[in-house]
C-alpha cells in the first residue's frame, strides 16, 4: 500500500459528509517537501438513530493518517526522506450492559529513505512501528472473552538495479521482531494463552527480465536466516511468473510460488460470522504453515473495445493451524496441524466504448480443510461468484 504525497506547490483541502461518515484531507508544500493529513470519523450512530426511534446504532469507528516528505539537494543530493503515521479505531458497544462489546485499535508510524545513485541503482531504508489491540468483552453472552494485543517493529533495506536492457535486479534484507498475546477461554473453559515474543531476519531477490516486447518473467526467492518459530528458518520460498504475448492479440500468463507463513489468524470454525479473528505466532509445537500456488491464464483482446481473461488456479497449504476442538484441560495444545486446498476458475470480461464501461465477473471455485482424517468445507467455501460493473462517462 503506497500513499500519496501532499500538493508541493500549493495548499489545499476537500471534506465530505454522508449518512455514514464524515471525512477531510488537508495537504500543501513544506520547505523542499510537502505535507498532507487525512479524518474520517463515523457519525452513523448519530444520524441513523433518528431512523430507528432512538435505538442504538453500536459500531463506530475513526481513522487519522499523516505524511511528511522531505528532500533538498542542498542537503543530501538524489534523496528523500518519508515520515508518515496511520491510526484507527473501531468499537462494536451496545447500550444494553448486557450485550458483548468489540474493540480494535490499530496505530503505525515509519520513516524511509529513498535513494537514487548516479548508476541506475535505487537504495530504501525503512524502519516501522506497529500496533493492534483487540478484545471481546462477553458481558452476560455466552461469547468467549478474548484479548489480543500484537506489536511489530520493521526495518528493511532493499537495493534494486536497472540495466540498459530495462532488466530490473532486485535485493533486500530485513529485520523483524514481533510480540504477540493471546488470552481467551473455550466454551470447555479451558484457558487459552497463546503469547509470544519473536524475531527474525531474512533475506530476498529477484530478476524481472524486461527487455522483450513480448515476454517478461519475474523470478525470485526469500528465506528466513532465522524464523519467528522454531521450525521456520532455512526454507526457502522460490516463486516466479511469467508473461508471453504469443500474439497480438493473446497472451498468456502463469505463476507459481511457495509461501511461508508464521503468523497467522485463529478462527473458530464454529461461528457463522467471524467478527474477531485474532492473530499469534505459531505455536512451536506445530511447524509454520506453507502455501504452494499454482496459477495460468490467457488475456485475449477480441476486438479494440473487448477483453477476455481467463484463469485457473490452485493452493495447496500445509500445517495450517487449527484451534484444537478436543481440547478440555488447560496444559493440552490449543491448535493442531491441518491442511487445504483451494482451486477454480475465473472469467472476466470487459467492454471500454466511450462513454460506457461494462465488467462482468464470474468465479467458479473450491475450498476444503483436513484435520486428523476429518474432511470439511470451511465457510468461506464459495462455489459461484458472479460480479456486474456499469459505468457511463458524463463527460
Known amino acids: 500500500v503506497v500513499s500519496k504525497d501532499g500538493n508541493k506547490n500549493r495548499f489545499g483541502g476537500k471534506a465530505s459528509a454522508s449518512f455514514l461518515t464524515a471525512k477531510g484531507v488537508i495537504e500543501g508544500p513544506l520547505p523542499n517537501g510537502s505535507f498532507i493529513f487525512t479524518g474520517r470519523k463515523s457519525i452513523s450512530d448519530k444520524i441513523l438513530k433518528k431512523f430507528l426511534n432512538d435505538q442504538t446504532v453500536p459500531i463506530d469507528f475513526y481513522d487519522f493518517s499523516f505524511k511528511l516528505n522531505y528532500s533538498s539537494p542542498d542537503i543530501w543530493h ?4 518519508v515520515l508518515f503515521g496511520f ?3 473501531d468499537k462494536l458497544d ?4 448486557t450485550r458483548e462489546k468489540y474493540y480494535w485499535k490499530s496505530n503505525l508510524i515509519g520513516f524511509e529513505w529513498l535513494q537514487i545513485y548516479d548508476v541506475p541503482v535505487y ?5 516501522s512501528l506497529s500496533q493492534f489491540d483487540g478484545e471481546i468483552v462477553p458481558n452476560l453472552t455466552t461469547i468467549k472473552p478474548m484479548k489480543n494485543l500484537i506489536n511489530d517493529f520493521n526495518i528493511s533495506v532493499d537495493f534494486n538495479i536497472v540495466s540498459d536492457s530495462k532488466d530490473e535486479i532486485g535485493l533486500g534484507l530485513n529485520l523483524r521482531v514481533v510480540d504477540t498475546q493471546l488470552k481467551t477461554k473455550n466454551l470447555e473453559g479451558a484457558v487459552t494463552d497463546l503469547s509470544r515474543f519473536s524475531g527474525n531476519f531474512s533475506l530476498y531477490g529477484k530478476y524481472k527480465m524486461l527487455r522483450f516486447e513480448n515476454f517478461g518473467i519475474d523470478a525470485g526467492a526469500r528465506i528466513n536466516i532465522s524464523g519467528l518459530t522454531r521450525n521456520g528458518s532455512f526454507i526457502p520460498e522460490p516463486r516466479v511468473s511469467l508473461n508471453y504475448r504469443f500474439l497480438p492479440f493473446i ?5 507459481w510460488g511457495i509461501y511461508l507463513q508464521e503468523v497467522a489468524t485463529v478462527s473458530d470454525e464454529d461461528e457463522v460470522i ?9 505455536p512451536g509445537y506445530l511447524n509454520p504453515s506453507k502455501g504452494i500456488q499454482y496459477s495460468a491464464g490467457v488475456d485475449m483482446d477480441i476486438s479494440e473495445s473487448i477483453n477476455l481473461s481467463v484463469e485457473g488456479y490452485f493452493k495447496l497449504t500445509q500445517n495450517l493451524p487449527i484451534i484444537n476442538p478436543k481440547k478440555y484441560y488447560d496444559f493440552e495444545n490449543d491448535l493442531v496441524s491441518g491442511s487445504g486446498e483451494a482451486y477454480g476458475l475465473e472469467f472476466l470480461l470487459k467492454y471500454a466504448n466511450s462513454p460506457f464501461a461494462f465488467t462482468a465477473a464470474y468465479a467458479l471455485s473450491w475450498a476444503y480443510k483436513e484435520v486428523d482424517n476429518y474432511l470439511y468445507y470451511p465457510k468461506y467455501d464459495s462455489r459461484h461468484a458472479v460480479n456486474f460493473f456499469l459505468e457511463y462517462s458524463l463527460g
Open 78 to 81: 538524489n534523496a528523500k526522506f
Open 274 to 282: 467471524s467478527v474477531f479473528e485474532p492473530w499469534v505466532i505459531i
Open 94 to 97: 451496545y447500550d444494553d450492559p
Open 87 to 89: 491510526f484507527s479505531g
Open 123 to 127: 537504495s530504501r531504508i525503512a524502519a
Open 251 to 255: 497472451s498468456f500468463k502463469a505463476a
